[in-house]
């Protein structure tokens, strides 16, 4: 509705003595009076500056005594001023002549500006005016209150006399005198004549005010009485003078009155203002609502506020402005919601928690179309400690404080509460006095625009950012939707030309899609597109001057709508404009009115307006493009009188057409139908009237009346739907899934919260029962004031003030303003469907509920919405002190069983409720074991662990670890690692005798680390008992295969059993992966959960870990890793790579290449340029430089490293769009890729060109590998195996990797004694059964086998012999060109002077568990493997799960 914004501006007043102490706008409010003692003076509106002084003499103060209220003659001709000493002055305000203006602006040379059209008002002027006193008038008596009526002045004085003058004062009735006793006083108008009456004797009227719409006077005696007088005859005399009172009140303060609502505001001295009504049947008053302080909001000052000073309304009169005698001010809307109060918050309290003295207000007066209110502080007690002070120091600068002035504070306000026909019911659209909010959907056309205005200076001396919009960085909770998209406001500033001229704006429309808006100031409007960022003014000056918009503006498609007054012709016009064309009246279509419109709408394509005779006009719409431009034709269709119902036209707040009627859905089949123009909805004075199409005559068939004649139904009389509505939102959309919310009325009611009218439908088409209504009433309550609704989405939007407090303004000489907090506004949005199943259910609505439910199921908050439904009724329930009779809890729940999210729903409501809430919660919706279990059947997991917390709080420790190992397996099966380690601290929980203390929630703690084994240096849990659950014997037995030890948990010693447990289920889970031959589900387990696999392999070797049937291990390994099985390459042992020095040279130069992914990040950049002529092999480059030919240990003379590979297919991965698969020569060469030099230059600078067929064998080699990641795990796991001595997977593993140096490795370690005799057997039998599967199923397995051919020759002759060295296995240059061809997957070289045996260093070539892609360096002799395990840490880490 309102909001506060910026900081207030201070206007400072002549330097003088007096205080100013009240200010009194006139009519328009262009001009406000502001008096102190013996000084008026009158200020202008737009630039705030004052215009003219009047100072008194010294004798006529003496006489008059001091000013003290002031009232404007209608015309703002005149003003009288009240004095002291019973004297009413007059004065004329005389213009000075038409020319003369003050403050002119100066413009520099050469600006555009100063050309100005002849007769052109300039904006920035304030109009030169002169103050001439006439007669004083003597009522000899204390004047208490002025009241300024068409002719007369009403003056209220302290002897008891209500004096009735002419403003010119010299009339022969110049003026007369009533007395208040003669006035009879009842508690209703029926019982005026002989009922109790009150009496006035000595009772004075200490405050009044004139309501037009009401035709009478609000009133408080002296005695604090309310009462309302009304004048029976047209004139006001003695006789004729009738009055009313209300009934037990005797404290009233002051009065305000609402002419657009018929309210009465009366302030109280306990703090509060009663707002009262007048019953049009009795002529009695009737409390409608209170606005007051509650103790929920504001504890502290809720009853201390004493008694109320003023109450303003809004011009518009759709809020109120309140103050104490304490300070202070509060905003509400007409029917008593809270939008604003300045004691509390911020504006209270000063960041360090010290409390502020509130602001106290002498005077205030809201500004033209209520943007500025401009307050009159009381700094009297102030200003005397400065002038103590400054008697003191008597060098000390005049403090700022002293100078007496007005605070200005800004508002920014809905369209809604002058436009309320704004066509887009579903965007918020907020303007201030210089620029409009709107909320957009779009964040990509927001953020380029909000960013150029959100950050104004927040200085105070920088010019005062007054409408700052809001603050990006508010951590206020933000709405659900995901049409919301952000917090930002989308600001555009109103064009300053048309604002200069046209000042202040009035009305403001967006249309239905949210990208054009319009304004319309005091003369013409204008128009703006978010497309092209332009705004839109009239092309001719005369044309915008010759109109004023008098009933709003709307959009209708890309027309502007408009209800204008013509002052050429004189007369009410309808026009449309179109968006494209220019501004210009020769483009526009325009209708004549024959009376004023108040009130324009539209609806599809009609206008409905309301005129000031009280008659309803509509009008059709038709676009015509028949000329160049497109123009829109108007058509009467119907008038509708309403006189008989509408006492004055100024109380219709709003009118709509809306396709809502009583019957919805039954009558009606045809979905087209029912959004026609059925009923108007008429906002009279809060009361909201329908009118429907009267069906009940003789009904004509669409056939029988030719289709351009049609007469349109007339309207049945008017029924009053609600009361107290402020706001009603429909749509003219249809949907046939969101029946519910499309065909409803949405109110907005004030303090009662909101209310919805929502249609009942019967379901599946049945006939509906006679009994129910077709309609009903649903009042809610929501936090925020309601802008706009989402219709289809169930979405409140609004908007609230937020405030920023800024430290640096404290100080000694604190500026007023500074006080407050700078003030911004947040978008705010709320979801209300959960309140509106709710009154469903009470009302046993339960299939409409369900049917309404089930259309909003698809929403992304819904289950939000179901969570707050049931958190809500539970609080509720739970804590009330009396049984309740009738509890809705179980019909919740049962309705909530009904949706696939029940089980989710019960347990994050229980979780966010307190543990004491619990029993009642389950008791309604079942028991938590029996949850849980449906939660492991249906695999919710999450869920179930969710139901684990709660089970462990209500149940004794066995049953909660009971579920915990039902839960914990699941999740191992599963593969939920996150959910394991959870579990398995739960577990440990439980048995570690924490029962005692419920523990934390397991998903919010995050886990210890208690560091892992090597292998595991980026995950920083292990979980099991490691190495000590593990005898150490068979560390000792296993030397050759030397296992890492881990570190042991730090743990009390009370832990072991249940740890025993863990690992128990631990080793079970692995030896079943083992069996199925899961590999990789096993790598990802044992990295996930820290599981030590080395050692559980060792124990498992002769047991679990064995290979019974190597070809299906094989298969297996090939599915589960997506590794492609080899294809046979023609003619692949003539490989065309045999040439030696093309081979030596494109390893060197892929070895020193970088790679695309930065994955040799070692020392690779730092390799000293080495020579590499025709016969070298890499063996000899490794004597030279041992640390950098580390980095790619490479196995024997050619083959390649890992990391060539590695580069390959970073290339043909990334690059695959850019370049052939030929390039794969040099992927990794930068500057080769760059500049596009396909040959590769070797250190001699001899040119090396590569054939079509190397390029061939090099890409089907690349096409045999699996993917990098399958390559990094397998040969991890090679590791593993081969740490453990589990020979055969070593076996299968080399076989699928291709590579000859494991099978080698693996042969050689089969003659160790140590080695069981069925191990040797089971290797021989499986790489025979491969052999036979190759040669009929898998050709591309036989290179492979026959490159090995030596190794099982040996195997199958010497079942036992010496242990081969492994230094026996490194190649021959005959062979490795043969490995070159056909093992590209080449393995790293064991190295003979390790003393650990060459196995080890085999695996810690490999990346620990997640490096990034590179391959962590191998140790150098001297480096320990700690320091590999840094290294390869440092390289960035490898997901080793899987995704």
Known sequence: MYFLTGWPRRLLCLRSEEEPFHIQPSSQRFYFAVLSQTQLGIWFSRPSVLIVSYIESAKAAAQFGSYQKAEWKPDDSMIAVATANGYILLFDVLGVGDDKSLYEPVYPKGSPLVKVTPGYKEEQCAPALSLEMKKPVDLEAPITSLQSLQEDLLVCTADGYLHVLHWDGLGSNGRKAICLTTIPFSLDLQSARGGPSLDLEGAYIRCMEYCVTLDGFAVVLSDGRLGFITPLSNNITADQLQGVWAADVTDGTCVAVNNKYRLMAFGCASGSVLVYMIDTTTGSMQLSHKLELTPKHFPDIYNKTGPVKLIRWSPDFSVAMVTWECGGLSLWSVFGAHLICTLGEDFAYRSDGTKKDPIKISSMSWGAEGYHLWVLPHIQEKKRQTEEEEEEEMDSPPQPSLQAGILQFHFIKSALTVNPCTSNQEQVLLHGEDRLYLTCGDPTQVNSTSDTHAHTHLHPREGSPMHHPSNPDSSLSQGLSTLLGHKHWHVVQIHSTYLESNWPIRFAAIDSAGQCMAVAGRRGFAHYSLVTRKWKLFGNITQEQNMTVTGGLAWWKDFVVVACYNFTDQQEQLRLYQRSTN?????????????????????????????????????????????????????LLQEVSMSRYIPHPALVVSVTLTSVRTETGITLKAPQQACMAESIMLNLAGQLIMLQRDRSGPQVRDKETPANNKKLLPFSPPVVLAQCVENVWTTCRSNRKKRHLLEALWLSCGEAGMKVWLPLFPRDHRKPHTFLSRRIMLPFHINIYPLAVLFEDALVLGATNETVLYDGLQGSSEPLEALFPFCTVERTSQIYLH???????????????????????????????????????????????????????????????????????????????????????FAAVGNPKDLFEECLMAQDLDTAASYLIILQNMEVPAVSRQHATLLFNTALEQGKWDLCRHMIRFLKAIGSGEMETPPPTPTTQEPSSTGGFEFFRNRSISLSQSADSVTTGKFNLQKTFSMPTGPSVKGRDVECAENMYIDMMLWRHARHLLEQVRLRDLGCFSAQLGFELIGWLCRERNRVARVDDFVSALKRLHKDFLWPFPVNPAGSLSSPLKNGRCRTVLSTRLLKSQSADSLLNSDMDTAPTQSAPTNHTWLDGLGQRPKDMDTASSSHSNQH??????????????????????????????????????????????TLSLSQAELEHISMELANKGPHKSQVQLRYLLHVFMEAGCLEWCVVIGLILRDANVIKQVIGFLDSPE?????????????????????????????????????????????????????????????????????????AAPRAEDSRGAVSQLGLALPSLEPAGGFSRPPSEDCPPEQTEEQGEEEGAYDCTLS
């Open 835 to 921: 309140h509106i199943l709710r009154q469903l259910l009470v009302r046993n609505l339960g299939e409409q509920a369900l049917m309404l439910a089930q259309s909003c199921a698809s929403l992304p908050y819904f289950p939000h919405v179901m969570e707050l439904m049931v958190h809500v009724v539970l609080e509720e329930e739970a804590t009330s002190r009396e049984p309740i009779p009738d509890p809705l809890l179980p019909t919740v729940a049962k309705f909530i069983t009904e949706f696939p999210l029940f089980l989710r729903t019960i347990v994050h409501c229980a979780r966010k409720t307190e543990y004491a809430l619990w029993n009642y919660l």
């Open 1315 to 1387: 080695v069981p005799q069925e191990t040797v057997q089971s290797v021989r039998h499986g790489l025979l059964a491969v052999d036979t599967w190759a040669s009929t199923d898998c050709l591309g397995y036989k290179p492979f086998l026959n490159l090995i051919q030596p190794q099982l020759q040996e195997l199958m002759d010497s079942a036992a012999g010496e242990p081969v060295q492994p230094e026996a296995f490194q190649p021959s240059s005959q062979s490795s060109k043969l490995g070159c061809s056909e093992v590209p997957g080449g393995a």
């Open 1201 to 1246: 490293s890992p990391q060539t590979h590695d580069a390959f297919l970073s290339l043909l991965t990334n690059k695959v769009e850019e370049y052939s698969v030929g390039s794969a020569t040099d992927l990794t060469e930068t500057s080769s890729v760059v500049d596009g030099d396909w040959t590769m230059v070797d250190e001699n600078s001899s």
């Open 583 to 635: 501004l210009d009246n020769a483009f526009a279509s325009v209708t004549k009115l024959h009376s004023d419109t108040l009130l324009l709408n539209v609806f599809r394509d009609m206008v409905i307006l309301f005129r000031a005779d009280c008659s309803i006009c509509l009008y059709s719409i038709e676009r015509r493009n028949d000329s160049p431009h497109p123009t829109a034709s108007v058509e």
